[in-house]
């Protein structure tokens, strides 16, 4: 990464952003917009179009309209890998600007966004198109008067409802598997990171994808998101967000025309670790990282760290450290290793959390407060509470921020109790050296991933998704096709 070209693309003026509808730009009907606060330091970046309801109605008919006439899906398999590679490849060409972008509009560190945004969003791209051309119906066993036959076929509209934190990542997450379907597709980005997903989407038009198949429309949630949601002409909503409007969305489908939704939702993941865990500084290290890279903000993060009361405070002292070594700060500088938070609501909430922690008996071990305020920027001190019980908030609710909530076990059962004690099932880890409870952890701890002796960086081959409250139906891996295809049988008399 080079640290002139990030600075100036920094430099560049960002343009007023406008929805993508068939094909084109298009302002809000009424010509609202809306301000894009940059999280760096507080400034306006630039101006996103404030979408109304007619806006997203809009949207939905002509991304209906894209899927009717077969302009996409009734392209040949080849063709349509062709789009999605060369798509692929413009988001990898583009790959520095992209992620000063997004990095301005949402404040992720860019030595994590470069990797994790564009490069993943490339890779996650190139993994579906390879994949569209490799994927068969079935005939089934009947006897032998029959023939029994298994289509997939595309549903036909997604509604694609993407949150702040890594909007093109988990753009790509929703995009490559229901466009390579042969979907169409209306993608509604956060309000506080629309701009390097609108941009993206761009892309996908450049790189030959017909008018209409993917329309983008910006705004607020409750707004054009609960348009999408209502929608009659939409088939399957896929999102990534809070619990509150994952339920809303369940909602919306129950009050409209029962369209599927798939929802990935928070976590409160624990990172549990034993005294005899192969390599604790190592271990103290990632998890570290596990729960601070991205200032918290990762719906993944190891925000429980329960560790064998007998390593206790050698361990948070371990934990603490590593946390020491790492820079907060200024997310567009290269050695940056924990950028801002991605608003000031997102900072009044985690400093509310540190608030009732205290008030619940935690002790604030490192952090706790606002920093750098005279940026004008939103950033937040790594912070670790200890003493965190069973039933306390930071146990029980997730921040969405840089913060550890640590609490001792004596047993691997209590351990196990304690990971399982909340609504979520996300991503968990255990670190030890012995085989037997390695795969008993995995086993026991009711969750979509469980890491063992290690946090985080699961690939595109395996899939992510929660169980409980975290959500249901996977992203990456040849398992989120599923959630975009039909099956339809064919039962036919010889
Ligand atoms: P967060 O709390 O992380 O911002 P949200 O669930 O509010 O999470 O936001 C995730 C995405 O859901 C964003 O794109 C947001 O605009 C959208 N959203 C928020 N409220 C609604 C709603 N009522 N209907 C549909 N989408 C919504």
Redesign the pocket.
Known sequence: MDQTKIDTLRAQTVPAFEHLIDGKHMPASDGRTMDVISPIDGSVLTTTAAGTSADMTAAIASARAAFEDGRWAGQPPAARKAVLMRWADLIERNALELAVLGVRDNGTEISMALKAEPGSAATTIRYYAEALDKIYGEIAPTSADILGMIHKEPVGVVGA?????FPMMIGAWKLGPALAMGNSVVL?????ASLSLMRMAELALEAGLPPGVLNAVT????V???T??LSMEVDVLA????????R??ME?AARSNMKRVYLEL?GKSPNIVFADAPNLDEAAKVAAAGIFRNAGQVCVAGSRLLVEASIHDDFVAAVGKATQAMRVGDPLRVDTNIGAVNSET?LKANLGFVDTARSEGGEIVLGGDRIMAETGGYYMAPTIVTGVGRDATLAQKEV?GPILAVTPFETEQEAVSLANSTVYGLAGAAWTANLGRAHRMVKAVRTGVMHINTYGGADGTVPLGGVGQSGNGSDKSLHAIEKYVNLKTAWIKL
Not at 161 to 165: M, Q, R, S, T, Y
Not at 219 to 222: A, C, L, N, P, T
Not at 239 to 246: D, E, V
Request: aromatic share 12%; glycine share 24%; charged share 20%.
């Open positions: 409802i993407i949150p702040w934190n509604k980005p956060a309000e506080t705004g607020e949630g409750r054009v998101g609960e999408l949601g999102f990534t967000g809070s619990g509150a409007t994952g809303r969305l919306y928070g997102q969405f």
